[in-house]
């Protein structure tokens, strides 16, 4: 049994405190997987917010003031240049809507529906990381979801979730979402679907050694152009997912029923490849209903349900080791980055 929890706190509070706390081990253990050396320190993190992120400086310094104001935490929380993460998702646009299926390892999913107002608008998403999002909504209509962009590549950058958070808290339009994105570096390769209100879609493709690559093509799996790192793509069936949904798009067929069925849909849970929930993004109604097998939960940036849904997913050993454990306290959990 998975839960997933909404929680709207607009600013960083108690329940939060309390969110950091519990999975604080976990994180620390995923950030320092490769060693203290191998991350950056304080100083840089906190140049590279200013610089790149200043809006967001205030809200990471009462992060880290209610984690303790320790280092360690200060730097994690920062989300730049951790180490990187590779799973699968797919997503695509139509009929006015940003559909996407995310797939992980259950274990490791916070399963945090956030509700915050960081900076005076509200935006609505799956959290990652305690504050980053998977994906997100905000009250100007703006909805995207990243999925990893199947490359080895990495570099100094930020994690995608947080770039995801930036964008809800700064953007209003398609364009502008893709006019900041040109100017944040990122530490690995991601595919960002992007809708607005106004119906301007695209799928932008960045990496941290090459420019942002952006394109009409409305559905996106877990490669770029082509595929560059083989035996990741045949692992999470990138092409042959990718296929399948422009071909229901070709037949006019796409559905967010079809999200619900294999292949888009993945049983995969114990080699960390299990849908865990697909989400319905309405930037008209500033809205997302996440979708499981029989479940629907709608939230909005205008009418948010706190509480919480437990989804039972089909059975395998990774599901059932991981029903005991809360959201976020596996003990090896890690960030999910999709």
């Known amino acids: ?47 590279a917010l200013r610089a790149h992120m200043p809006e967001l400086v205030p809200t990471w310094e009462r992060l880290v ?16 240049d951790p180490p990187p993460l590779v799973t699968g998702c797919s997503q695509a646009v139509y009929g006015g809507t940003l559909v996407r299926n995310y797939d992980f390892d259950p274990a490791l999913l916070e399963g945090v529906i956030a509700l915050t107002e960081l900076r005076g608008r509200r935006v609505v998403g799956m959290s990652d990381c305690l504050w980053g999002l998977l994906d997100g909504v905000n009250d100007a209509g703006l909805a995207m979801s990243l999925a990893f962009g199947g490359r080895r590549a990495t570099g100094p950058g930020f994690a995608m979730p947080l770039v995801v958070r930036y964008l809800l808290e700064l953007c209003e339009t398609t364009e502008e979402a893709v006019s900041t994105l ?40 877990n490669h770029q152009h082509s595929v560059e790192w083989p035996e990741h793509a045949e692992a999470v069936r990138s092409e042959e997912r990718e296929r399948h ?26 080699d960390g490849f299990g849908t865990l929930y697909t989400a319905v993004y309405q930037p008209g109604d500033a809205a997302v209903e996440y979708r499981w097998p029989g479940v629907r939960w709608r939230q909005s ?14 059975s395998s050993k990774a599901s059932s080791d991981s029903s005991h454990e809360e959201p976020g306290q596996a003990s090896s959990a890690l960030p999910s980055a999709g």
Do not use: K
């Not at 997933?4 to 706190?9: G, I, L, N, S």
């Not at 990122?186 to 394109?215: F, K």
């Not at 949904?245 to 995969?268: K, R, W």
């Not at 940036?301 to 089909?314: I, N, S, T, Y």
């Open 245 to 270: 949904m422009l071909d229901l798009i070709a037949a006019g067929d796409l559905s967010v029923e079809c999200f619900l069925e294999p292949p888009l849909y993945s049983t995969d849970y114990d």
């Open 1 to 47: 049994m998975l839960e997933f929890h909404a929680v709207a706190e607009p600013q960083p509070g108690p329940r939060l405190r309390a969110r950091f706390e519990a999975t604080w081990p976990a994180y620390r253990s995923w950030y320092l997987r490769d060693g203290d050396a191998a991350r950056p320190s304080y100083p840089v993190v906190r140049e």
């Open 65 to 80: 003031e209610l984690a303790g104001g320790g280092d360690l935490a200060a730097r994690m929380l920062s989300l730049y």
């Open 182 to 221: 040109a100017r944040l570096p990122v530490q690995a390769s991601y595919n960002l679907t992007i809708l607005d209100r106004a119906g301007e879609a695209v799928t932008a493709h960045v990496a941290p050694d090459r420019p942002v690559s952006v394109g009409r093509a409305l559905v996106a799996t």
């Open 301 to 314: 940036c205008g009418a948010f349900e706190e509480g919480m849904r437990a989804v039972r997913l089909p």
